[in-house]
Structures are given as C-alpha cells and as structure tokens.
C-alpha cells in the first residue's frame, strides 16, 4: 500500500472526524516529556511538528512515503524535527538513542508487525515510552461506510492489530506494563465532504475492496446525497496503548 497519491490531500481528507489535535494531543500527553522523539510513519508530518511544539523535544519523523515526507519538510518546524524515509522495520537510529516513539495507524500496513516491534525496542532507551494508536476491532463493525462497502469490517478486522493480542506481546518486545485506553470520538460530517473523502480514497480500506464494490458503493451514495440526505453522524472508536521499555 502506497501513500504517494494520497500525500497532496492527506491532511485535508484526514482529519479523525474533525478531532484530529485531540487525539494527538491525549497520544502526546501519554509519552511524558522526552528530550528525543521518534514517530515512526510519520506521513505529512504534523504529529510531529505538534509533539515538538508540545513537548519541547528533538523529534524525528519517519515514513516509507517520499511523497509523504515531502509534505512534511514544507512544515515550519525549524531544527526541531528531522525526517528520514525508512520503513517501521529498519529503523536508521542508533540502539536507545529516543527517550519514545509513537506510531499511529502504522502496524496494520507493516509487513513484519513482530520486526517493527523489536525495532522500537532497540531505538527506545530503558524507560522510554511507547504509545501506539490504532482502532477498537468493534470500530470495523460499525463503521458509518459500511452500508455502501459492505466488505469493509472483515477486511479490516484481518489486517489491524487486535488491541487485547498487542497487550499481550508487549512484554514480549521489551515493553512493560502496557495499559489501554479506549477514546470515542463523535463525528458530523457533511454528506459532501464524506463523498469528496470517498472519492480521494481517503482511507487505504477503498484501495483494497475490488473495484467493482467501490464504484457501487460511490454510486449509492451519491444517489443518497442526490435523494436529500445532507449529513452522516457516527463514531470513531480508537484504542490507544502505552507501555515503558525495560
């Protein structure tokens, strides 16, 4: 799966339901006050830039993404964010150089979720923070899209990380004490913007339904919009996990 495409609109179509600082800001308020930060898939950026912003730390973000990581040297961040392209697996830092790293919606698109773990282990210091963001597996089954890419809740529950499984192989990693928090975030969005999101395929689950179940999908519901309907209320059930390297 490759962001490349994505990267010009990512910002604009991604926006976490319209809470897209909040949740940063609960993540950033997990990792303490570290003197060195690493984001691992860092996208456009502004993860990191905000933490450096919050924090006061030298932050590094990292991504597979030239496209991405071109749209995040645009940011005005001065000397406090550096940025490296690099995949989740081979990270380019030396053994406990970061105080924490963050990852969000990163592990369902690595190729070796175990790799990239061990990865974060070797660059995160004794005692550094890890918090990792993904979704509650019940998200997929309620997700508002669903009636129009009906194959959606299976394909994702296939590939994102089960939240009670990532508990239970922290400690395996070199992460103790991990703890899970559970964050419901409403969303409202124009009927409008939900379609020009469709049509960017503004998540990775439209670039993987077959074709066929896409366009249907897109066709119902812009017969939906044409037929009145101007809003879609729902839920984004994220799941945010924070562990202490050993």
């Known amino acids: 799966m490759t962001f490349d495409r994505l990267a010009p609109d990512y910002d604009r179509l991604r926006t976490a339901g319209g809470h897209w600082r909040e949740l ?106 890890l918090v990792l963001v993904t979704f509650e597996l019940d998200h997929f089954d309620r997700f508002f899209l669903n009636p129009y890419f009906p194959s959606i809740p299976a394909l994702d529950r296939g590939r994102f990380p089960d939240p009670d499984q990532l508990i239970r192989d922290l400690p395996g990693h070199g992460f103790g004490a991990p703890t899970r928090r559970r964050i419901s975030l409403p969303a409202a969005s124009r009927a409008e913007d939900v379609l020009e999101r469709v049509r960017g395929r503004y998540i990775s689950s439209l670039r993987l339904i077959p074709e066929e179940e896409y366009r249907s999908g897109v066709g119902r519901l812009e017969a939906d919009i044409a037929g009145g309907r101007s809003e879609f209320r729902h839920s984004l059930e994220w799941c945010l996990i924070s562990a202490t390297r050993g």
């Open 24 to 129: 940063a800001e609960l993540a950033i308020g997990e990792l303490g006050r570290p003197a060195r930060l690493l984001d691992v898939g860092c996208g456009t950026g502004r993860f990191a830039v905000l933490a450096a912003d919050l924090t006061g730390a030298r932050v590094w973000g990292v991504d597979p993404s030239a496209a991405m990581l071109g749209q995040a040297r645009r940011r005005p961040s001065g000397r406090r964010v550096g940025w490296k392209q690099a995949v989740a697996e081979n990270l380019p830092f030396r053994d406990g150089w970061f105080d924490a790293a963050h990852m969000q919606l990163v592990l369902h698109l690595v190729g070796d979720r175990d790799a990239a773990l061990d990865e974060l282990a070797r660059v995160v210091g004794r005692d550094g923070r």
